[in-house]
């Protein structure tokens, strides 16, 4: 039987969703065992979805508050550093035959220094590589971009050199071509899909959030920062013209980045004074994944105006899983899927006038005008929790053909 270790010291967004995944994958295969580190909140959640069955095969071991603490500071150079300690110290008290960081952008730079895992191979999810973009043709990199993407260009190519490192996984299914082509030993890095959450097969409409029956639902939701898109999106409102205020309806739903606050009571405020006709909701708080469903069900576009953000969006799956097109940024690979999969709409998102322009735009024609509605479909049947649990478990499973065939 197979014994793999997951490390994953953080509880929120994607972790959260992906252990969950793991989870159920593995309990399901009787030939594979995982023990699973995890924060000691997401421990908890995660023993009480196990069957007694299982726990012989499946260990939820909760991280220490002191290891918790290095695994997560701002520093990420330390960080980096204390879940390579931590990973080596679990592998080895475990006996588990290889380790996973479901996180592990951070981990190239102990990685590229040739630093090993105690003679244990080791993979993990790059949620973030931006070194490609510029082969995209459209790509305008400030200086801070170009020395981000040096700096990675240098540290990926040191990383896989590093015997221990056994696969790299990508969420962005157009970097490893590139790796492939561009860095010896290109060929540990593979795509793995981003799963979209599982639908439910019976859902409640709750209350509040139908869109009136003459306006057209525009959605925003999540973890609501300036880098999402918030405050540019408020800016974008009060440029709207009168016949597109009149004719939508604007719900803000999650939690407000505290420090963000008073800015957006105050844009708020003046737009309910200068554009009286728009139906404007601001829900400030953190939604449970049913109500952020019947939230996104009962709207017609789904909007994601993040600032120059590199790398894959769970908001993109909830859209095409709702058949909703999504008004997103033009930049990097989110716009990227978007326009190759035909998904909804992009535009330069860090430009209010544009973002108010392209709101009006998708008022004026219809929102179903800027997706394919199969395309959405055939994305989301790709991008299956199976899928990627089993894709995340045979990158270091070499017969994980055969672990599946048993169960």
Not at 1 to 13: A, C, F, N, Q, Y
Request: hydrophobic residues 45%.
């Amino acid at each position: 039987m197979s014994h793999l270790l997951v490390l994953e010291p953080d509880s929120e967004g994607h972790p959260r969703e992906w252990l969950e995944h793991l989870v159920a994958y593995a309990a399901a295969q009787p030939r594979l065992g995982v023990t699973f580190v995890v924060a000691p909140d997401m421990g908890v959640h995660l023993t009480a979805n196990l069957s007694s069955a299982t726990r012989d095969r499946i260990q939820v071991v909760p991280l220490q508050p002191y290891e918790r603490w290095l695994c997560t500071r701002r520093l990420l150079s330390l960080a980096a550093f204390a879940r390579w300690w931590v990973m080596r110290r679990y592998l080895n008290r475990t006996g588990a035959q290889a380790g996973h960081f479901l996180s592990f952008d951070h981990l190239c730079l102990p990685l590229a220094l040739g630093l090993g895992t105690g003679g244990r191979p080791v993979s993990g999810i790059l949620f973030r590589p931006s070194v490609h973009y510029a082969a995209w043709g459209t790509y305008r990199p400030s200086a801070g971009e170009r020395l981000r993407d040096l700096r990675k260009t240098a540290l990926y190519r040191l990383m896989l050199m590093n015997r221990s490192v056994r696969t790299v996984l990508s969420l962005d299914p157009y970097f490893p071509l590139h790796a492939q082509r561009l860095y010896r030993h290109g060929s540990k890095v593979q795509a793995v899909p981003d799963p979209a959450y599982p639908q439910s097969a019976t859902l409640r409409r709750e209350a509040g959030t139908a869109t009136p029956a003459d306006r057209i639902g525009f959605v925003l939701f999540g973890y609501l920062t300036e880098r999402k898109g918030l405050m540019v999106l408020l800016d974008a409102l009060g440029r709207l013209g009168t016949a597109a205020s009149a004719r939508i309806a604007i719900t803000i739903a999650g939690r407000i980045e505290p420090a963000l606050r008073d800015r957006v009571t105050a844009c708020v405020d003046a737009l309910r004074q200068s554009h009286p006709d728009l139906v404007l909701r601001i829900d400030d708080r953190w939604l449970p994944a049913r109500e952020l469903d019947a939230l996104v069900k009962a709207s017609h576009v789904v909007l994601a105006p993040y600032q120059r953000f590199v790398g894959s969006s769970g908001v993109l799956l909830w859209a095409a899983r709702a058949g909703l097109p999504l008004l997103t940024q033009d930049f990097g690979l989110l716009g990227r899927l978007v326009r190759d999969h035909r998904l909804g709409l992009t535009t330069d998102t860090t430009d209010p006038v544009r973002l108010a322009a392209s709101i009006e735009r998708m008022a004026a024609a219809g929102p179903d005008t800027f997706m394919d509605p199969l395309a959405a479909q055939s994305f989301v049947a790709a991008r299956t929790p199976h899928n990627f649990a089993s894709t995340v478990m045979g990158s270091l499973c070499c017969d994980m053909q055969d672990v599946e065939r048993a169960a």
